[in-house]
């Protein structure tokens, strides 16, 4: 009789114990949703955040642009907001657009920013009192060749890369014939101003008479022309041009920028 009271016992124990080890289970994994979902929440909630400041500079700025896509890497997100620290902040603009000087419009593609190293201690986020720095701040962004054409503003203006170089070539007419005209430009940045500067144009059976000469060298002074990127958000100013297949590339750089500030 006690073997058979016994035997009745051990599995009852070993099913409750299983039962509690499944309910545990499930506890943690709802828990563990729960918290991955209030992780997402925050980070998006921070996002368009970021977001929302950044297009208010746009607009102040009277230039236009797609809604800014941010992006906060590293995850858990919570556990950067307990630490105060973040490793990057990514901020796409598409189609951004604006005033350029001399009443002229430049377009860029796709402005690709990262902020590394953002201070964003806890009551800031709680509170929204306070700044968010990033430490450094990149942004590349590329400008195309028939843009850049048009803003020279020389008809039959042909402008590529090649072998690293910006050349360019055109139709020129000079005493009652066409000449096809090829030149290297130099690119460089100056105060935040591209400048764009064609030297060595030749063109194949091109006489060496002086007139037709003066007429060459007048042409490349037209080529020449100071581009003024659209102003950047987060305080980016121009630092590198160079050229590529898809067009003049440039490097925007910017050092403890307010990523929340109105002002930014």
């Known amino acids: 009789m006690s073997g058979e ?22 506890l943690l994994i709802l828990l563990a949703g729960v918290l991955v ?24 700025q009277k230039a236009t642009s797609e809604k800014p896509d941010v992006t906060i890497e590293g995850v858990p ?20 657009s604006g005033p350029a000087g001399n009443n002229r419009t ?21 509170s929204g009192n306070g700044d968010i720095v990033a430490k450094t701040v990149t942004g590349t962004g590329v400008i195309d060749y028939p843009q850049l054409a048009e803003l020279i503003g020389q008809p039959g203006l042909k402008l590529a890369e090649r072998d690293g170089k910006l050349v360019g070539s055109a139709p020129v007419q000079a005493l009652g014939q066409t000449f096809d005209v090829s ?12 400048q764009v500067r064609f030297s060595d144009v030749t063109a194949a059976n091109l006489p060496n008479v002086p007139l037709i000469r003066n007429l060459i060298n007048s042409y ?10 659209p102003e950047l958000p987060l ?3 121009v630092q590198k041009v160079e050229p590529t297949p898809d067009g003049l590339r440039f490097t925007a750089g910017a050092d403890n920028v307010s990523l929340n500030a109105g002002g930014l």
């Open 5 to 26: 009271v016994y035997g009745t016992e051990r599995p009852r124990k070993k099913r409750w114990g299983r039962r509690l080890l499944i309910t545990l289970i499930v």
């Open 37 to 60: 979902a209030l992780d997402r929440f925050a980070a998006g909630y921070a996002e368009r955040m970021i977001g929302d400041r950044v297009s208010e500079q746009i607009a102040d």
């Open 77 to 96: 997100f919570l556990t950067q907001v307990l630490d105060g620290n973040y490793e990057r902040i990514r901020i796409k603009l598409a189609n951004l």
């Open 106 to 126: 430049v377009r860029v593609g796709n402005l690709d920013v990262n902020a590394d190293n953002v201070n964003a201690p806890l009551d800031t986020i709680r």
């Open 183 to 194: 030149g290297t430009a130099e690119v460089t940045v100056k105060e935040g101003v591209v």
């Open 220 to 229: 490349v002074q037209k080529l020449s022309v100071d581009l003024r990127v």
């Open 235 to 237: 305080k980016l100013a």
